[in-house]
């Protein structure tokens, strides 16, 4: 029974294109987030929202959309898609500020190629 | 800019040896540490955490080391084992910051 799942796990599409990544987490936590990771190994968030209020909007393109539409659901929408959205995308989720003790619970991740 | 770093992108050990992995931070404000670990095509996995109160938190093999004055820590884990290899990224943050700033990571082998 999977905490945090995120479909789909393997995204090819065009440039140009509009997709969105879901995420469920089935931990009754509170706080959501998305993070990216790019070719470099870099772990960076983009956005967090906390019983589907949006609480970090970190400088992201406006191409870029979350909709919470409750607490348990973060989806990702992603309009216009380019080259540089090419990435791994984790969706993670926590309990309270900072995640407490445990940290927060990650999804397997979404890697988006754009072609 | 990246406020937590780990600058040893790899590592390689022998099996039963100590594996050290190292993390650096510039924010004097971080005190609140953790390590994760991801196997290829998995999400990161919470290992261990340590605040800044304490100088080493332990767990089984794995132990964290913070040294504040210093803006390091370690993880180290003894003895190493062959299932042991993955990335595992440390992270950090405030006691008012809402979010987690991590590392590059560092992807460790160890050899049977």
């Known amino acids: 029974d999977t905490a945090v799942s995120q479909t789909p796990k393997y995204l090819v599409t065009q440039m140009g294109n509009d997709k969105s990544i879901k995420c469920e987490q089935n931990l009754g936590h509170d706080t959501m987030y998305w993070y990216k990771q790019d070719s470099k190994k870099f772990l960076k968030i983009m956005f967090s929202?906390?019983?589907?209020?949006?609480?970090i909007n970190e400088t992201v393109p406006n191409r870029f959309s979350p909709k919470s539409p409750d607490k348990a659901h973060l989806n990702l929408h992603i309009n216009s898609l380019e080259l540089g959205d090419s990435a791994v995308y984790f969706c993670?989720?926590?309990?309270?500020?900072?995640?407490?003790?445990?940290?927060?619970?990650f999804g397997s991740g979404t890697r988006l190629t754009v072609v | 800019d990246q406020q937590v770093k780990q600058n040893s992108p790899s590592l390689s050990v022998q099996e039963g040896r100590i594996s050290i992995l190292n993390c650096d931070y510039t924010?004097?404000?971080?005190?609140?540490f953790l390590w994760y670990k991801k196997y290829p095509a998995e999400g990161p996995t919470f290992l261990i955490s340590?605040?800044?109160?304490?100088d080493k938190n332990e767990d089984g093999r794995f132990t964290v080391f913070l040294n504040k004055s210093a803006k390091h820590l370690s993880l180290h884990i003894v003895p190493s084992q062959p299932g042991d290899s993955a990335v595992y990224f440390c992270a950090a943050s405030t006691d008012t910051g809402n979010q987690f700033y991590f590392g590059t990571g560092t992807s460790l082998t160890v050899i049977p």
């Open positions: 924010n004097s404000m971080f005190d609140y």
């Open positions: 993670a989720s926590s309990q309270e500020h900072r995640g407490g003790h445990y940290g927060y619970t």
């Open positions: 929202y906390n019983n589907k209020e949006l609480i």
């Open positions: 340590i605040s800044s109160i304490k």
